[in-house]
């Protein structure tokens, strides 16, 4: 469960050239204009938001076998802005309704902190790979116990959150409120399908012993856990600890770009993306 720290997402090779051959085809000296989009912020971004770039990654199925997620997401978060900025409102779904909210701006605010924009993007593509985990332990002399789980498995990762000694529970905490946000960020029906039944409004029963998250719960623990991860001390010494409070405080607002660019621009991919 890595940890972000920088924040602008390093660019591979791979990206640098994905990116000079959408924007610029025409340029001779494709070297020296690698080099400056690495070596200036603001050219890097210009980038990343042209729209040619954009219309690239949305007409390639295949385009994880040419580019890193993190751009991927960088770039779609970045179209969000643009897109959300000529926007008078979002759209919140409640009971089956479409509810217009006038809070485009605020959304296009939140994103303008470069520091978080590059966490989103950096938590997308962290979505795209599940990592699963084999651990065991002794439960009594001569009796060794396994558990398997997966990084998405939220309930066995808030038990070791618990049982973890303090100097490892950041990458818990974090991953934690991560998967809350990412599922009612690109996935928001799920929670509610998970939780209850469609049509009868039924809960639907408990799973292995455990219970279900309702879209509510899910909040909840995102922001309790963005605020653990905040609070504890590797944060402060990461230079993470101010996205993690943007993101407690403002959770709900966090959810609406990625709720847009699932709508928006994901529809049709982001279950072969996940």
Not at 119 to 146: C, D, H, N, P
Not at 253 to 274: D, G, T
């Amino acid at each position: 469960m890595p940890l972000l720290k920088s924040r602008k997402l390093r660019l591979t090779d791979r990206d640098l050239d994905f990116l000079v051959t959408a924007a610029a085809p025409e340029v001779a000296d494709r070297s020296r204009l690698k080099e400056i989009i690495r070596e200036d912020e603001d050219f890097r971004n210009s980038f990343i938001t042209d729209e040619q770039v954009f219309k690239r990654i949305m007409d390639d199925e295949e385009i994880l076998l040419k580019i890193s997620p993190a751009l991927l997401f960088e770039i779609l978060l970045r179209k969000a802005v643009s897109d959300l900025s000529e926007a008078a409102y979002t759209v919140e779904k409640e009971g089956g309704m479409k509810i217009p909210v006038f809070d485009a701006e605020d959304v296009v605010d939140l994103l303008h902190d470069e520091a978080l924009l590059a966490y989103l993007a950096g938590m997308l593509s962290s979505f795209t790979r599940v990592e699963s985990y084999t651990i065991s332990f002794r439960t009594r002399e001569g009796v060794l116990k396994k558990i398997r789980f997966n990084d998405l498995d939220i309930h066995t990762l808030m038990g070791f959150a618990d049982a973890v000694n303090d100097e490892y529970r950041l990458g818990f905490y974090k991953r934690i409120a991560d998967i809350c946000l990412f599922i009612l960020g690109i996935f928001p029906n799920y929670a509610e399908k998970n939780y209850r039944y469609p049509f009868s409004g039924q809960l639907r029963p408990a799973l292995g012993g455990r219970l279900r998250f309702s879209p509510e719960d899910y909040e909840i623990a995102g922001r309790k856990f963005y605020k653990l991860a905040a609070t504890h001390h590797a944060a402060q010494e990461m230079d993470l600890s101010e996205v993690f409070w943007t993101l407690y405080g403002n959770f709900q607002m966090a959810k609406k770009p990625l709720n847009f660019i699932s709508e928006h621009y994901l529809q049709y991919m982001k279950h072969n993306l996940f």
